[in-house]
C-alpha cells in the first residue's frame, strides 16, 4: 500500500507499506498505541482498513519514525486531508487480457446483442 504524507507548507512524503514485512519492533510499537482500539497488529490491521484515524495516525508515526526513531506518538498530529493512505494494488491496474480478443479478461468473445423478435408469423 502507498502512503502520502502531504503536510501544509512541507513537502510531500511518500511511503510504501507492506503488513507482511513490518519489523516486530514496529509491529510491537503499533500494538503499545491501540489503546482500547486493538490489542494485536492483526487488529490494527483490520481497524486501517475501515479508515480508523488512531489506526492512520499509529501507521504515520512508524513510518515517519524510521527517520526520526525518538518521535512520539502523542506529537504525530495531522489534517485529514495531509495523509492519504491508497490501499489499491496499483503493479498491474488494468486486468490482463482486457485488450486480447474479445475485450474482456475471460478471453471469449464479446457476446452479441440480441436480435429483434420478427414480426412473420
Known amino acids: 500500500m502507498k502512503l502520502i504524507y502531504a503536510p501544509e507548507g512541507g513537502q510531500p512524503q511518500r511511503f510504501e507499506y507492506d503488513p507482511g514485512t513490518s519489523l516486530s519492533v514496529e509491529a510491537e510499537a503499533i500494538e503499545s498505541v491501540g489503546g482500547e482500539v486493538w490489542d494485536s497488529y492483526l487488529q490494527f490491521?483490520?481497524?486501517l482498513g475501515i479508515g480508523n484515524v488512531?489506526?492512520?495516525?499509529?501507521?504515520?508515526?512508524?513510518?515517519l519514525r524510521r527517520t526520526n526513531p525518538d518521535l512520539e506518538?502523542?506529537?504525530?498530529?495531522?489534517?485529514?486531508?495531509?495523509?492519504?493512505?491508497d490501499f489499491e494494488d496499483d503493479e498491474d491496474d488494468e486486468p490482463v487480457g482486457k485488450d486480447e480478443l474479445g475485450g474482456s479478461d475471460t478471453d471469449s468473445p464479446s457476446p452479441q446483442p440480441a436480435s429483434e423478435?420478427?414480426?412473420n408469423s
Open 45 to 47: 490491521g483490520n481497524k
Open 117 to 119: 423478435p420478427s414480426t
Open 73 to 85: 506518538f502523542d506529537s504525530v498530529s495531522y489534517r485529514l486531508n495531509e495523509f492519504h493512505v
Open 54 to 63: 488512531r489506526a492512520m495516525r499509529a501507521l504515520l508515526w512508524v513510518m
